[in-house]
């Protein structure tokens, strides 16, 4: 039986703004948070959803530029528990699709993350498989786009952040997003939720029962700082 990731569970429990909260607090970029990917399924932005899981990596590069890896295809290698990310080339063309979603969930991913454009909307939702990616198309990917690389480090395609996601990093997802928990920075990070979201809870009571924003920010977060 295969070991189960301590940091898994813990991180569950936690919202992704506390997760970046936490990695702000450690002076980690952006807190981690990936930016324009949203969740497409089970729901379009609505309901429950959240995966946290460790990355299974899958580079996508434009067709002209390398030739495919010949090593069986990525989808029948997904480790139980993990979550698929994938990164596309700016393309129209979608790099992930409706069968993919079928492997994934029977190995155990528990969710798929594409830095690029879906397709198979409702074969997704039909699975209540959690997807998020940046926008939907029609088109494969076979004309446009080949697999370079599987289980390796990837950049996230923005022109806004400079960020890289390493295979085995915590890749948590919700309403809010995705944010990628660097592994290295794991335990710190865990070890500051639990006081960290005490104080929120606390400053919204205190705001609930009459206290000025500043004041109970001040009084908790001053608290939190020499814990």
């Keep these: 039986m295969a070991l189960r990731d301590p940091f898994v569970e813990k991180l569950g429990q936690y919202s992704t703004c506390d997760i ?22 089970p729901l379009r ?47 129209v063309n979608a790099v992930y699709g409706g069968l993919m979603s079928h492997r994934a969930q029977v190995s155990g991913a528990v969710g798929t993350v594409v830095d690029g454009r879906i397709r198979d ?10 997807v ?15 697999v370079s690389g599987v289980n390796v480090p990837v950049k996230l395609r923005s022109d806004e952040q400079d960020i890289t996601i390493n295979p085995g990093d915590y890749i948590i997802g919700d309403l809010n997003g995705i944010v990628c928990l660097p592994r290295e920075l794991a335990e710190k990070a865990v070890s500051l939720l639990a006081p960290q979201a005490e104080a929120d809870r606390l400053i919204a009571l205190d705001i609930q029962a009459g206290v000025k924003f500043a004041e109970a920010s001040k009084k908790h977060r001053v608290a939190l700082s020499k814990s």
């Design 20 to 41: 970046s909260d936490a990695l702000l607090a450690l002076r980690y970029p952006n807190g981690g948070f990936l930016s324009n990917i949203t969740m497409w399924s």
């Design 45 to 91: 932005q609505d309901g429950n959803t959240k995966i946290v899981g460790p990355a299974y990596t899958v580079q996508y590069v434009p067709k002209e530029t390398h030739s495919p890896v010949n090593q069986g295809h990525y989808i029948d290698s997904i480790p139980s528990g993990a979550v698929l990310f994938i990164s596309s080339p700016k393309t």
């Design 132 to 146: 998020f990616a940046r926008d939907v198309g029609t088109a494969a990917p076979y004309e446009i786009a080949v």
């Design 121 to 130: 909307l409702q074969e997704h939702r039909g699975l209540n498989y959690p």
